[in-house]
C-alpha cells in the first residue's frame, strides 16, 4: 500500500512455468487476495517469467496502437516490472538473455531484486527423509536483465531492506499525467511475491521463484 494511490499492480507468479494472478488494477485489496493464495513451488523459469511480466505491463499502458509511449526524460516509466528470484534459471522455453530481449522490445524496464544469502537453503521431505537444498540467488543473470532493459538490480538479504527496496521502487515508478488518471502498471513477478505494494506483510518462504 505504499506505492502511489494511482499505480496499478499486477502479479505474476512462477516456479516451472509464469502465472498472472492478478491483472493490473489499483484494488490494493484484490492483489492482496491474490498473493494469499501462492504457495512455494519447484522450479525457476526466470526467462519465461521476466517475458510474461513484461507483456502484462505493456499491455497495461499500450495505445490502441500497441504502442507504449515513451516516458520523457527525468519522468518514471509508464510500465516497469519487479522480479524477485532466490534461485538460479531451471526450467522454461526462454532462456534468462531471451526474457530480457522480450522486455527490451517491449520498452519495459525490469527492477530485479535477488533474495536470500549465498548460503541459503531449503529443507523438503522426499521419501520420508529430509533433505537440504542449496539455493542461493543468481545475482550475477538478475543484475544483467536489470541493466539490459533500463531497470536496477537489488540485493535484499532481510525483511528491512526489502521494505526499503519497496518504497524506493514506489517513488521511481508512481506517476499520473493528470489527477485522477492512471498511466502506470507496476507488475511484481515472484511466486512469494512478498507484500507487493505494500499489502502484505514480507515473509520468506521455502521456496521462492
Do not use: C
Amino acid at each position: 500500500r505504499k506505492l502511489p494511490a494511482g499505480v496499478r499492480v499486477g502479479v505474476v507468479a512462477f516456479s516451472n512455468t509464469p502465472e498472472v494472478v492478478t491483472v493490473p488494477t489499483t484494488d490494493r485489496e484484490r492483489v492482496s487476495e491474490g498473493l494469499e493464495i501462492l504457495l512455494p513451488q519447484y522450479g525457476t523459469a526466470i526467462g519465461d517469467a521476466v517475458a510474461r511480466g513484461a507483456r502484462l505491463a505493456h499491455d497495461a499502458v499500450a495505445d490502441a496502437d500497441g504502442t507504449v509511449p515513451e516516458a520523457r526524460k527525468g519522468e518514471a516509466p509508464l510500465g516497469a516490472v519487479i522480479f524477485l528470484s532466490d534461485g538460479f534459471q531451471t526450467q522454461g522455453i526462454l532462456s534468462v538473455e531471451q526474457g530480457a530481449e522480450e522486455a527490451l522490445k517491449l520498452k519495459i524496464p525490469v527492477y530485479t531484486v535477488a533474495l536470500g544469502a549465498d548460503s541459503g537453503v531449503i529443507e523438503v521431505v522426499r521419501f520420508g527423509e529430509v533433505w537440504s537444498i542449496p539455493v542461493p540467488p543468481d545475482r550475477e543473470s538478475l543484475a544483467r536483465i536489470a541493466e539490459s532493459t533500463g531497470g536496477e538490480a537489488y540485493d535484499v538479504r532481510d525483511e528491512d531492506k526489502l521494505r526499503k527496496v519497496y518504497e524506493n521502487l514506489g517513488t521511481k515508478l508512481g506517476r499520473t499525467e493528470k489527477p485522477q488518471e492512471v498511466t502506470v502498471a507496476f507488475v511484481a513477478a515472484g511466486a512469494a511475491l512478498l507484500a507487493a505494494a505494500g499489502a502484505l506483510g514480507v515473509m520468506f518462504q521455502p521456496r521462492l521463484p
